[in-house]
């Protein structure tokens, strides 16, 4: 038996998928200590049983609502396997930044990519094959609303899910930086796959997680020495807004090999 998380974007279909997958299995609860909804199911498939979370909408794991801090804390906890990231593919640049952020986890993952009847029905074309290639992780396309793409997708979520095949090369020294910091975290208790995510998050400065994870003076300086030679060639920029540039670019090169939209956009009445 194995624990999968929803994880995805307000309004991309969490919920809808979530039902989809458990059907009448489900079970409604409250996290511990606060009102928002703990929703967690079962698929019953070929025989297995793999439990699912249907977790609050979040655009990234930098936490400000009581529900991202929710979502962010059950994904950082080892209380998941796997992570199923849905994607609202009519919005993908933009629902691909929390993408980024998972695939620095290093957890096994499959991504859904979801509302594909709407994305179909303004002719555009989403090469999956391509996306799978450039963010190392298997990708499906699905209506979760129409239940299109369903056994494929729980082929894959009830079988043997695997990590990312790599980490993103992200430009401007930020990739090269996570890796440096990744190394660093090897002297602490912090699980070597997610190594990258708490690299970058330590090197934004991100209170929480610079709270979270122990480390030595040492450590600590040569982290503020990394993250300084960064920002010292963009005067200006803080160091998150340093990474969220990085982490775009990278995406904006993602999209432009694997979406072709058609040269006269259908006119949708208004
Ligand atoms: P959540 O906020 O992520 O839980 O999203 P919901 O499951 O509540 O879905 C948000 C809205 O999108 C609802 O009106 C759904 O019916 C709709 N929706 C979800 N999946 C699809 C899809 O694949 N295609 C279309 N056209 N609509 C969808
Ligand atoms: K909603
Ligand atoms: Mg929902």
């Known amino acids: 038996m194995h624990t999968l998380a929803i994880i995805g974007n307000?309004?991309?279909?969490?919920?809808?998928?979530f039902n989809r997958l458990t059907g009448s299995n489900q079970h409604v609860g409250n996290w511990p200590g606060v009102t928002v909804d703990r929703k967690t199911g079962h698929i019953n498939y070929q025989g297995k049983r793999t439990d699912v979370v249907d977790l609050p909408g979040i655009y990234s794991l930098s936490p400000?609502?009581?529900?991202?801090?929710?979502?962010?804390?059950?994904v950082l906890s080892d209380e998941l396997d796997g992570i199923l990231n849905i994607v609202d593919a009519t919005n993908l640049?933009?629902?691909?930044?929390?993408?980024?952020?998972?695939?620095?986890?290093?957890?096994?993952?499959?991504?859904?990519?979801?509302?594909?009847?709407?994305?179909?029905?303004?002719?555009?074309h989403i090469d999956c094959n391509k996306l799978r290639e450039r963010l190392g992780v298997p990708v499906y396309p699905i209506s979760a609303r129409r239940g299109l793409g369903m056994d494929a997708l729980l082929e894959a979520v009830t079988g043997e899910m695997q990590p990312p095949t790599h980490q993103p090369a992200y430009l401007h020294g930020v990739g090269a930086a996570i890796r440096r910091?990744?190394?660093?975290?090897?002297?602490t208790n912090i699980r070597a796959c997610s190594r990258p995510f708490y690299a970058?998050?330590?090197l934004e400065d991100d209170p929480q997680i610079v709270?979270?994870?122990?480390?030595?003076?040492?450590?600590?300086?040569?982290?503020?020495?990394?993250?300084d030679a960064l920002s010292a060639h963009e005067i200006g920029h803080d160091h998150e807004m340093m990474f969220a540039d990085a982490v775009y670019d990278y995406i904006e090169g993602v999209v432009r090999d694997s979406v072709r939209k058609p040269a006269h956009p259908k006119l949708t009445p208004t």
Do not use: C, W
């Open 181 to 187: 910091g990744a190394e660093i975290l090897e002297q």
């Open 10 to 17: 307000p309004n991309s279909g969490k919920t809808t998928l």
């Open 64 to 74: 400000y609502t009581q529900e991202e801090i929710i979502a962010r804390e059950f």
């Open 93 to 124: 640049e933009r629902n691909l930044y929390l993408t980024m952020q998972l695939i620095g986890l290093g957890l096994p993952m499959v991504i859904a990519l979801n509302f594909i009847d709407d994305v179909e029905s303004q002719d555009i």
């Open 211 to 227: 709270s979270h994870v122990q480390l030595s003076l040492e450590q600590r300086q040569e982290m503020d020495d990394l993250a």
């Open 200 to 202: 970058a998050k330590l």
